[in-house]
């Protein structure tokens, strides 16, 4: 699955909405710190189904 540059720009927006680290933005989702940083930074646009599941998961507790 890609991440797309929106999903990316989300998860930024929502990391810096609640001031929180890129390693606590990880242990929330479930993602290892490594992956979660690469996403962030671009650099890794294609994660297997869970990992892309437990971002989307993370990001939409926020529209709840």
């Not at 390693?23 to 690469?38: H, L, Y």
Request: proline share 2%; no cysteine; hydrophobic share 30%.
């Amino acid at each position: 699955m890609f991440i797309s540059n929106e999903m990316m720009l989300s998860l930024r927006l929502k990391r810096g909405k609640l001031n929180i680290t890129k390693k606590e933005s990880a242990r929330q989702t479930g993602v290892s710190p490594k992956t979660f940083q690469e996403v962030l930074d671009g650099n890794k646009t294609e994660v297997q189904k869970r990992t892309f599941d437990k971002l989307n998961s993370w990001l939409q507790e926020e529209k709840k």
